[in-house]
T-cell receptor, first 113, second 113 residues
Framework: GESVGLHLPTLSVQEGDNSIINCAYS??????FIWYKQESGKGPQFIIDIRSNMDKRQGQRVTVLLNKTVKHLSLQIAATQPGDSAVYFCAENRYNQGGKLIFGQGTELSVKP | DTGVSQNPRHKITKRGQNVTFRCDPISEHNRLYWYRQTLGQGPEFLTYFQNEAQLEKSRLLSDRFSAERPKGSFSTLEIQRTEQGDSAMYLC???????????FGQGTRLTVV
């Protein structure tokens, strides 16, 4: 069935290094994705979004890449900091179904000092 | 704080009791969503409103669950005759339209004992 998934459940990086979190999706018609960061005991926090008319979008220290050919997107975090430690989710926004989000399981990012 | 607000943040209840959660969306957002999240999983869609109209309910939303948004502003989610399997984080989210970013509240953590 249709799904959004992440490649790795955990990722450990050294402080200052770059982090890359990957996400695959199965529905070729999917065209709007949102990345969220979730800290323990809190709700998901919006990081960045991307639509299918773009291959790349940049924010503050974050970059999202979208490869529609292989149905894959990634979140890159530059100069990872301890405050970046959290679970990261990619979500497909099904705007033709009212804007509901389909989430993967998440990748837990741990930043080592 | 003009974000999505949820109350209470935590609720412990005995099995069989009824509970009600409240969500106040971002003020200009006409779309309001409820999600449920269990440990180690991504949020799962439950239901959504456009203004006061409830437009979709997930199969996860059993007949013990009811959600309302009577005036198109705040929403309530009630669970009747709670079961231990209802223990989860209940997340509320809102958006301006189905094609825009969905913002989440901090969630209500329900523990059924």
């Amino acid at each position: 069935g249709e799904s959004v998934g992440l490649h790795l459940p955990t990722l450990s990086v050294q402080e200052g290094d770059n982090s890359i979190i990957n996400c695959a999706y199965s529905n070729s018609a999917s065209d709007y994705f949102i990345w969220y960061k979730q800290e323990s005991g809190k709700g998901p926090q919006f990081i960045i979004d991307i639509r299918s008319n773009m291959d790349k979008r940049q924010g503050q220290r974050v970059t999202v890449l979208l490869n529609k050919t292989v149905k894959h997107l990634s979140l890159q975090i530059a100069a990872t900091q301890p405050g970046d430690s959290a679970v990261y989710f990619c979500a497909e926004n099904r705007y033709n179904q009212g804007g509901k989000l389909i989430f993967g399981q998440g990748t837990e990012l741990s930043v080592k000092p | 704080d003009t974000g999505v607000s949820q109350n209470p943040r935590h609720k412990i209840t005995k099995r069989g009791q009824n509970v009600t959660f409240r969500c106040d969306p971002i003020s200009e957002h006409n779309r309001l969503y409820w999600y449920r999240q269990t440990l180690g999983q991504g949020p799962e869609f439950l239901t959504y409103f456009q203004n006061e109209a409830q437009l979709e309910k997930s199969r996860l939303l059993s007949d013990r669950f009811s959600a309302e948004r009577p005036k198109g502003s705040f929403s309530t989610l009630e669970i009747q005759r709670t079961e231990q399997g209802d223990s989860a984080m209940y997340l509320c989210a809102s958006s301006l339209s189905p094609e825009t970013v969905v913002f989440f509240g901090q969630g209500t953590r329900l523990t059924v004992v």
